[in-house]
């Protein structure tokens, strides 16, 4: 059973602070990472994605990998209310006939 | 970056009542769709991986005489909910992804509600 785990929140962090969100995988074949971040009422758009272990930086968010430990996170410096949200780590082995797994979200909250 | 439409965006079925929901990748050749349902507050919902031309492959515990699927070209992807009741009122989303690529592009979902 291919699992992903994520601590449902909410998270709540102050505007301008540094929100961290964890996610934790089963599969150790997988290979491709994302992070999809889904605002009420809305459908997950993408904001990430990450193969190789490390950090990687895009504006305010860098996503880290960790595939000995199995562990994927993703950091959102400066905090804004607008980032308030549910954030899904997305999970998957590469190759076309795979199926990503998705993680249940966590339900972020940055106040003002 | 790639753009997935999704069509309508809200429809109201009467009890009893079949509705198709579109999916279609505006800027790209689809070769794989998938259909998710989130009920409100609830993750993300696997119901069927569709690959063009062929049969979609539904998940354990989803009705595939109750959502039809068909992936006629590399660029549609239709879900029939067909005898639509209340217990069928949920957010259905589609996403596709490119043949070669990872990612997965999501449609902005349709609103269906079963009286």
């Known amino acids: 059973q291919k699992e992903v785990e994520q601590n449902s929140g909410p998270l709540s962090v102050p505007e301008g602070a540094i929100a961290s969100l964890n996610c934790t995988y089963s599969?150790?074949?997988?290979?491709?990472f994302f992070w999809y971040r889904q605002y009420s009422g809305k459908s997950p758009e993408l904001i990430m994605s990450?193969?190789?272990?490390g950090d990687k930086e895009d504006g305010r968010f860098t996503a880290q990998l960790n595939k000995a430990s199995q562990y994927v996170s993703l950091l959102i410096r400066d905090s804004q209310p607008s980032d308030s949200a549910t954030y899904l780590c997305?999970?998957?082995?590469?190759?076309?006939?795979?199926?990503?797994?998705f993680g249940r979200g966590t339900s972020l909250i940055v106040h003002p | 970056g790639a753009v997935v439409s999704q069509h309508p965006s809200r429809v109201i079925c009467k009890s009893g009542t079949s509705v198709k929901i579109e999916c279609r990748s505006l800027?790209?050749?689809?070769?794989?769709m998938f259909w998710y349902r989130q009920f409100p507050k609830q993750s993300l919902m696997l119901m069927a991986t569709?690959?063009?031309?062929?049969?979609?492959?539904?998940e354990q515990g989803v009705e595939k005489d109750k959502f039809l699927i068909n992936h006629a070209s590399l660029t549609l992807s239709t879900l029939t909910v067909t005898s639509a009741h209340p217990e069928d009122s949920s957010f259905y989303i589609c996403?596709?992804?490119?043949?070669?690529?990872?990612?997965?592009?999501f449609g902005p979902g349709t609103r269906l509600l079963g009286l």
């Open positions: 996403s596709a992804v490119s043949g070669g690529e990872e990612t997965q592009y």
């Open positions: 599969d150790r074949g997988s290979q491709s």
């Open positions: 990450i193969y190789s272990n």
């Open positions: 997305a999970v998957k082995r590469a190759g076309g006939s795979y199926i990503p797994t």
């Open positions: 800027d790209f050749q689809a070769t794989t």
């Open positions: 569709s690959n063009e031309g062929s049969k979609a492959t539904y």
